[in-house]
């Protein structure tokens, strides 16, 4: 088994309020949850306005199909909406 992780931190510059952090997040997570099959999920800076870390894991037979999900997800991630730029990505396999 194993195991790809990512950490992604995104920033959301026009932002004023958390309720309009939580709407771009919880969306964001959820096409990217639906579209690759993974776990995302918020798990830092919570309550900083326009930034925001997101959790990604993904399980699978190798190395190769877990780097090829997980970097199908930043891709993604990267090319979406105009409302956040991605600021750092952390990757890692176990």
Request: with cysteine; glycine share 10%; net charge neutral.
């Amino acid at each position: 088994m194993r195991v790809g992780v990512c950490r992604v931190t995104i920033r959301l510059p026009e932002n004023d309020n958390l309720k309009g952090k939580r709407r771009v997040v919880k969306s964001l997570c959820a096409r990217v949850r639906n579209r690759f099959n993974v776990s995302i999920a918020e798990v830092g800076d919570n309550e900083l306005w326009q930034v925001a870390t997101l959790g990604i894991a993904c399980v699978g037979n190798s190395d190769r199909l877990t780097d090829a999900v997980v970097g199908a997800a930043l891709e993604y991630i990267e090319g979406s909406r105009g409302d956040f730029e991605v600021v750092d990505v952390e990757r890692e396999g176990y």
